[in-house]
């Protein structure tokens, strides 16, 4: 019987490769596996970390340009000026009043955009200028507010007429120059205007043989002083230029200050890093 076991052993032994043994080729395989787990795991980490830099690095860039907007426009808004002042109207609704003075008093409010070009090449014009998605953001407590756009008459620039009134918007083309009455601006750069007229505010009534002085004193003579007349403002401003559109949301506050007592106040806005412009798509 031991004969015949060891026979078997060792013709089993017979058969098995030289150098062979189950136990150790067992975990070279496993060892061989793990190996390249690791190596596949390394690849997908260093993947997922590379995605991860490219999305922080999008999203930083997206930030930066709507904080930003465009840094390489051909053309900028260099100033926004506006005039206040007041004056009277003569009032024709009622006809009955026989004093020397009957007039409405409206406050009025000149903007003025200048834009000025960057860019050294010839070939970029501005093809227009567009005001539009006009918001009274905040409402006068004396008033109503009406924006108008110059009048094609000669001598006023503005006219309290329905037919200048802004409907929606107000567009400007481009044009050798600026001209408010054809409602051009010059191609190569120049201005654009609007007025914002806070209308029949109170009534001026008077039989004294005196000189009226159409400004903002006018205001005080009626009653009423500068807090009851200042509201706010909200719209878009649009420039295209060679076919890209350029647009800022701007906010203003109207009119200028002491106005009760300088009768014109002029604001020079220069500073326009709240005004951002970004493409439209």
Known sequence: MVITRLTRNQLAGENRPVGSNPTVSANL????????????????????SILLIVIIVVIMIVIQYQIEGEKDMPYKLSK??????????????????T?????????????????????????????NVTIEN?????QPLKGNIKMYMPSSVEGRTFLYDDSYIIDG??????????????????SQGGSAILRFSNTQIGKFISNENIEVK???????????????????????LIIQIN????????????????????????KEITDMSNIVFKRVK
């Open 29 to 48: 395989s496993v060892g061989e596996k793990m190996k390249t787990s690791m190596k596949d795991l390394i690849k997908m980490i260093a993947l997922i």
């Open 80 to 97: 926004i000026t506006i005039i206040s002042t007041a004056e009277g109207e003569q009032n024709t609704d009622d006809i009955e009043e």
């Open 99 to 127: 004093a020397k003075w009957n007039l409405y008093v409206n406050q009025n409010n000149d903007v003025y955009f200048f834009i000025d070009k960057k860019s050294a090449k010839d070939d970029e014009f501005i093809e």
């Open 134 to 138: 006009i918001n009274i953001t905040k």
């Open 169 to 186: 918007k107000l567009e400007y083309k481009g044009g050798k120059t600026s001209n408010p009455k054809i409602l051009e601006i010059g």
């Open 214 to 236: 159409h400004d903002g004193t006018l205001i005080s003579k009626v009653g009423i002083n500068e807090d009851e007349v200042k509201f706010q403002v909200n719209f878009d």
């Open 243 to 266: 076919g890209i559109k350029y647009k800022s949301n701007i906010y203003l506050d109207l009119p200028c200050n002491n106005l009760c007592t300088e009768g014109t106040t002029t």
